[in-house]
């Protein structure tokens, strides 16, 4: 954020850009609510698209006028296809615009423990079977299975998304408007696939009490967790600009969630993670469109995609392979950028009904510690969808 500040405003001499680091996401939105609530909120505010940016967007200022005064009337083709549609969920005068895209669920392994055990990348739900059996058996100081970060629903959410996206395609979405219902059969084997992965020892066994990060992020970096589940910000760390003191070259590699059964297709999904939006009660709008514009089609775009903390929304923006640390790394982000560019991804990461989600979040959670069933975790899924059109018919 520091490099993008300097390069803003040394385009814009006149405008003093001040970025404030809150926290972690809980600490962001929290104070958030209360300042947009109060009219005291940030004038240019980041967010995810979906549940997040329509819980805020009657405190956000259409940007459609801006972006066709500016970029005239075919200025949609500044933009890829798919992260211009998840903007769009927050209404066609788009209160968001699209800042950068992220993948998940992504798979990071330690190459030197797998090299040890003369292991490869699972692509089956076999042969990651196997590839725990061997590390239990070959360390057995080394914590089981994959780190999840399981504490935190959205973690949780991310590796269902890729589970429905092979077992139920695209019946969240459908199930989230209305259109089948959560106790569609696809949508309950999605649940139960699931709670197998626990029941099969494929997630860690602290999967559920600790969060992703700073947690299980430090053992995987430690060494005593083989695999973590990321996304793709973290290629971030393995470019040769940040090796220093943040990461061993060469010492990571990735796999997506492998297929689960005959016939179906591993899947990711893709999110706008970072989408910019103006307070509707700012008082310097031409300046804030000015960072906006930065953000999502100019030089800040190309130096945040760059980084590799999102990957490029914006047509015309290339990431640089060459900018990886080694052939493991450029491997590494050839395997997301197919999935980036693939017809085939599974869909979005985030809901957009934040009620839905968050139940999502708890169901899974549930699910997971066996307090409930597959069954009853989606009936729950559709008394809130049916709470919710019943509130919207009585309203």
């Known amino acids: 954020m520091r490099d993008l500040e300097i390069s803003f405003e040394q385009q814009n001499p006149d405008i003093d850009l001040v970025v404030q680091h809150i926290g972690e996401s809980e600490a962001y939105f929290q104070k ?29 200022e259409p940007l459609r006028p ?82 999840i970060g399981g504490k935190e629903g959205w973690a949780c959410r991310d590796i269902f998304m890729a589970i429905a996206g092979q077992i ?15 106790t569609d059969p696809d ?20 999967a559920l009490e600790r969060a992703l990060y700073p947690y299980a992020y430090n053992d995987f970096n430690r060494g005593t967790l ?79 995609s760059n980084s590799l903390q999102v990957l490029p929304s914006a047509t015309g923006i290339q990431v640089d392979r060459k900018a990886m640390a080694g052939q493991m790394e450029e491997k590494a982000l050839a395997t997301v950028l197919d999935y980036y560019t693939e017809p085939g991804m599974a869909g979005t990461r985030e809901l957009t009904n934040s009620d839905v989600q968050q139940k999502l979040f708890e169901v899974l959670q549930a699910l997971a510690a066996k307090g409930i069933t597959p069954e009853e975790a989606a009936l729950q899924m559709q008394q809130v969808m049916d709470r919710g059109a019943l509130f919207e018919n009585t309203n």
């Open 32 to 60: 958030l609510s209360v300042g947009l609530a109060s009219g005291n909120g940030p004038d240019i505010i980041a967010m995810q698209v979906g549940a997040n940016a329509n819980k805020y967007k009657s405190f956000l």
């Open 66 to 147: 801006y972006a066709e005064k500016s970029w005239g009337p075919d200025w949609k083709s500044r933009f890829h296809k798919l992260a211009l549609e998840q903007s769009a969920s927050s209404g066609e005068d788009y209160r968001v615009l699209p800042g950068g895209i992220t993948i998940t669920p992504l798979i990071f392994y330690n190459r030197s423990i797998f090299e040890s055990s003369n292991l490869e990348e699972p692509r089956t739900y076999d042969e990651l079977l196997h590839v725990i059996s061997v590390l239990r058996k070959s360390d057995p100081a080394l914590q089981n299975g994959i780190g």
């Open 168 to 182: 139920a395609p695209g019946k969240v979405y459908r199930a989230e408007q209305g259109l089948v219902p959560w």
């Open 187 to 206: 949508l309950v084997e999605s649940y139960r696939w699931w709670r197998k992965m626990f029941e099969d020892g494929v997630f860690d066994s602290q």
């Open 226 to 304: 083989a695999m973590l589940s990321m996304g793709s910000w973290q290629l971030s760390v393995m470019t040769r600009q940040a090796v220093s003191g943040l990461y061993h070259p060469n010492r990571f590699g990735l796999f997506p969630l492998p297929q689960l059964t005959e016939g179906t297709r591993r899947a990711a999904t893709a999110t706008v993670d970072v989408a910019w939006a103006m307070n509707r009660d700012s008082k310097h709008k031409e300046a804030v469109w000015k960072f906006i514009e930065f953000m999502t089609t100019g030089e800040g775009q190309r130096v945040w």
